[in-house]
């Protein structure tokens, strides 16, 4: 009576301890005082809710006259589809995440493009290092968060947390010295002399630079809805990464960027990721920022007659070795012009390979 149904293996063993009873024509109480067995316990297993314990399997054995390993057999075997079950419904869910980034992800070597759905999704989450993708879509997973003051369009936290877990690990990748901070205030002057560069001569040498004051200097392609331009953190005490999102391609804003970073770095907070994303309420180091491009006693002296014509901009750029597009940026950014004013005739468009 029992046995019959041995071969049957994804079904809970409530089922066959009803067919059982049912065949005995017994209830579940009169079967509770001939096996001492709780009736809550016989119901609960009847109707799936309650597993079978090694103890009950016992307990049905003797009664049953079969083995202990019967039962534990139906309850594992029931268990384990289950489980496949929501493994299968697990990779579904991921692969609603991450079928938008296939080709980011392949960029980087992370996947193959031949890879089937569910292969794709097994190697993200060994590379990021998660039991699930989803759990990739949560505030505080990898990075530490300012304050948000935009709508947060969906899904965002998974793309904003991927694009860090691979800026990590091109970070590691990178061999740099131990970190200086003296060397790199010393090295900040240098950086502005860039700004006028073409990108194929100052992109190298920016990259040499973070090496030699021991950060990690990543620049990765915008992920689409990861609303980032760049991040900071710090991968032990002696070497931090900064990473860059080419979001935009627009020269002002790589520059303010890179800028905005390297003052979280000089800040050192050490024990959080820190994104520089729309809404993040960052004054400090928007304020270091804009220091480092354009020393603000220099900026006072040059708004204060609000002249802001183009030969104007030009002039005040080349008086303090900077590109023009770091001024009007600026002055887009304090609303002293509309933010279509002069832009596509001042501002360079960088593509980074």
Not at 8 to 34: C, N, Q, W
Not at 48 to 72: H, Q
Not at 328 to 339: I, S, T, V
Request: hydrophobic share 40%.
């Amino acid at each position: 009576m029992i046995e019959r149904r041995r071969e049957i293996t994804k079904f809970h063993p409530g089922v066959y301890l009803k067919d059982a009873l049912d065949a005995l024509e017994m209830t579940a109480k009169e079967f509770s005082i001939r096996t001492g067995i709780s009736e809550r316990m016989i119901s609960g297993i009847i109707t799936g809710n309650c597993d079978v314990s090694f103890e009950i399997a016992f307990k049905l054995s003797e009664y049953f006259g079969n083995s202990v390993n019967f039962w534990t057999n139906l309850q594992n075997q029931y268990n384990a589809s289950k489980k496949e079950q929501e493994m299968l419904k697990s990779l579904s869910e991921d692969w609603k995440l991450v079928k938008n980034v296939k080709d980011y992800l392949s960029a980087f070597q992370i996947i193959d493009p031949s890879d089937d759905n569910n292969t794709i999704v097994l190697k993200v989450r060994k590379f990021v290092g998660v039991n699930q993708l989803t759990l990739l879509d949560n505030k505080d997973l990898l990075v530490c968060f300012k304050e948000q003051h935009t709508k947060k369009g969906l899904n965002s936290y998974f793309y904003q947390n991927l694009w860090i877990a691979i800026a990590l690990n091109e970070a590691r990748k990178r061999q740099s010295s131990t970190y200086n901070r003296e060397e790199l205030i010393r090295k900040l002057p240098t950086i502005r002399k860039m700004t006028t560069m073409k990108k194929d001569i100052f992109y190298p040498e920016l990259q040499q630079m973070f090496k030699d004051c021991g950060v990690s200097f990543v620049l990765l392609p915008y992920l689409s809805k990861s609303n980032i331009y760049g991040a900071t953190k710090w991968l032990s005490k002696d070497n931090v990464m900064l990473s860059v999102s080419n979001r935009g391609g627009k020269a002002d804003l790589f520059w303010f960027t890179v800028c905005h970073e390297i003052a979280h770095v000089l800040m050192e907070h050490k024990r959080e990721a820190l994104l520089s994303i729309d809404g993040v309420d960052d004054k400090e180091a928007d304020a270091k920022a804009e220091d480092i491009l354009i020393p603000r006693e220099e900026w006072n002296k040059f708004i204060i007659n609000n002249n802001f014509s183009s030969s104007s901009i030009k002039c005040f750029a080349n008086k303090i070795g900077i590109h023009p597009c770091i001024v009007l940026g600026r002055l887009h950014n304090e609303n002293k012009l509309p933010y279509s004013t002069l832009d596509t005739k001042f501002t360079p468009i960088y593509k980074f390979n």
